[in-house]
């Protein structure tokens, strides 16, 4: 394949803005809202958070598996990317907007129906990702753009109420909500169209129709695959034990609600600038080089925050833009362009691409983390005894265990995931072994199953 234009990357990764910014209110202002102001008990909110994932276990395998064999002459990535727009934008409007009388079931039902839509939209847009190149380093670009645009769609998703509140007095989680609801509304069909008419679909040919079953086996046979998928998973359920306890720890151990908005945006700013760096760290010491030395960094900088309390906030910012550096790293560009060459080796051993199946289990995973994660995180507050009613009083037992929580717990989290992919088996050498492979099998027309 011929290099990718600067262009055509930033068509692609378009979609991933909007996505982005649906996906981190879901995770750090919607458990507040309907635990705060709708008045779900925290523990319920946990449980409906993890619920919503389980449902993907049986839709993120199917989706794979259909966008893997759709035929049509749109390609098989664009129909399902470009269907998903209206069902996502009808439960953006649920979630972020509810009536008066929402209650837990009523956050239960329409969060499955933004995680079905998510689904749809995720999976077939991050294969088709996957088959723009064949290279090992221009994989690392993409994945760098996409993740790039979904920082900017993060970013924004706290850009929008920090204006808000800066210029006209507007705060409070419902006007958070309401206000990136609306915005994402605007940019989802526009970035989406913008990516289905502006980025090229490569022909792939599929070569055999592996039952949903038997690939879903095949795949978890793939060694390079399981580790590094177990690597992700662990170290992203330490993250997102801290995303919902953001505004938490703000408000309840600084004493600064209002400001929080802003050390999210300082965060996810230096998220978004940190990219460049780890794409170029990958290029220069290997890909899981990289993504160790960025799991390092975050394990060893977030205990710090237990050392802040009331009136710290801005003792809060240095240790913020350390963790935000590392999460650009470990967080979505470097294990998504790991996860590409991975389907590599699955595609030299079966003779069949089978990308949406991959990032059906990788999709599932990281929806899986982020639940289980936000889980932990609000079953922990309940535990603790911590009250989330507004004008609560909790006592220094309370106050203790957020901070542990948010600071201090994840960080174990960090360091496995670190030990686990630290001799991951796919170097720059080995995926430069297997493309010979494809290419000359593909010539003879008889795949071989290479050794990793």
């Keep these: 394949m011929s290099k990718l234009k600067n262009s055509t990357l930033f068509y692609y990764s378009l979609t991933d803005l909007p996505v982005m910014m649906s996906i981190f209110p879901v995770l750090v202002f919607v458990p507040r809202f309907y635990a705060s102001d709708v008045g779900v008990p925290l523990a319920m909110v946990g449980t409906y958070i993890l619920i919503t994932r389980l449902i993907d276990v049986f839709t993120d395998p199917l989706m794979g ?12 990535r664009r129909p399902w990317v470009l269907l998903s727009v209206p069902l996502m934008m009808i439960a953006i409007y649920r979630v972020f907007m509810p009536p008066e009388d929402a209650d837990g079931l009523y956050m239960l039902l329409w969060l499955s129906v933004l995680g079905l839509g998510t689904t749809m939209m995720l999976i077939p847009y991050y294969a088709w990702g996957a088959e723009l190149s064949d290279d090992y380093n221009e994989r690392s670009k ?33 006007s958070v909500l309401e206000l990136v609801g609306y915005t994402m509304l605007l940019l989802m069909p526009i970035c989406v169209i913008a990516t289905v008419t502006m ?34 998973m662990i170290g992203q359920i330490g993250l997102n034990i801290t995303t919902p306890l953001y505004i938490f720890f703000v408000a309840d151990v600084l004493g600064a609600e209002n400001q929080s908005i802003y050390m999210l945006s300082l965060f996810y700013v230096t998220n978004l600038v940190s990219i460049p760096f780890w794409v170029w760290l990958s290029n220069k010491v290997s890909k899981h080089r990289a993504y160790v030395s960025a799991f390092f960094v975050i394990g060893f900088a977030h205990p710090l925050y237990l050392l802040l309390g009331p009136g710290d906030f801005w003792w809060m910012m240095p240790i913020t833009i350390v963790t935000g550096f590392a999460a650009g790293g470990f967080s979505q560009a470097l294990p998504n362009s790991m996860k590409a060459d991975v389907i590599d080796l699955d595609t030299a051993r079966t ?16 929806k899986t983390t982020a639940s289980i994660g936000s889980s932990i995180a609000m079953f922990g507050l309940a535990l603790w005894g911590f009250d989330a009613i507004p004008g609560a009083s909790n006592g220094d037992d309370e106050i203790f265990g957020l901070r542990f929580l948010f600071s201090t717990f994840p960080s174990i989290f960090f360091l496995i995931g670190a030990a686990i992919v630290w001799n991951y088996p796919i170097t720059k050498e080995r995926h430069a072994e297997i493309r010979a492979q494809i290419e000359a099998d593909a010539h003879k027309g008889n795949l071989q199953a290479p050794t990793t």
């Design 351 to 366: 003779g069949e691409n089978r990308a949406a199946l991959f990032f059906s289990a990788w999709s599932f995973a990281q």
């Design 199 to 232: 980025t090229p679909e490569p022909e792939v040919e599929v070569k055999s129709v592996v039952p949903i079953m038997a690939g879903l086996k095949l795949m978890f046979t793939n060694g390079p695959f399981l580790r590094l998928v177990i690597a992700f």
């Design 65 to 76: 598996y259909i966008s893997d064999h759709t035929r049509s002459r749109f390609g098989r």
């Design 142 to 174: 993409i994945t760098g753009w996409r993740a790039g645009a979904g920082v900017v769609g993060q970013l924004t998703a706290q850009l929008v109420p920090a204006a808000a509140l800066l210029f006209f007095g507007i705060g409070g989680s419902a």
